[in-house]
Nanobody, 123 residues
Framework: QVQLVESGGGLVQAGGSLRLSCAAS????????MGWFRQVPGKERALVAA????????YYADSVKGRFTISRDNTKNTVYLQMNSLKPEDTANYYC????????????????WGQGTQVTVSS
């Protein structure tokens, strides 16, 4: 198991930027592929971005391509989500998640979750 703690959420105007961080503790961080998901009330949790264990490959949802960047620092046991050109529709609770092995796009594949951090984008 790995414990995950997100930070960096908040309120920002449309067009602005935020950087989310997710600090991991417990098992070897580099053994886990990492993902950022988001959820709004009444909807399922959806993958925003994911990154492989080494950081060599990344996946992005179409809605955030070109605006969001996922990265990781295995020496600091941290994964980041840089969010630029934010839109009101990016408003959600953002979760960091970890899974052993290869990268995955489905939330059911991830078995370690943080508590979430709220991102609100005002128009």
């Amino acid at each position: 198991q790995v414990q995950l703690v997100e930070s960096g959420g908040g309120l920002v105007q449309a067009g602005g930027s935020l950087r989310l961080s997710c600090a991991a503790s417990g098992r070897t961080f580099s053994a886990y592929a990492m993902g950022w998901f988001r959820q709004v009330p009444g909807k399922e949790r959806a993958l925003v971005a994911a990154i492989t264990r080494s950081g060599s490959s990344r996946y992005y949802a179409d809605s955030v391509k070109g605006r969001f960047t996922i990265s990781r620092d295995n020496t600091k046991n941290t994964v980041y989500l840089q969010m630029n050109s934010l839109k009101p529709e990016d408003t959600a609770n953002y979760y960091c998640a970890a899974k052993g092995g290869v990268i995955g796009t489905m939330s059911q594949l991830y078995d370690n979750w943080g508590q979430g951090t709220q991102v609100t984008v005002s128009s």
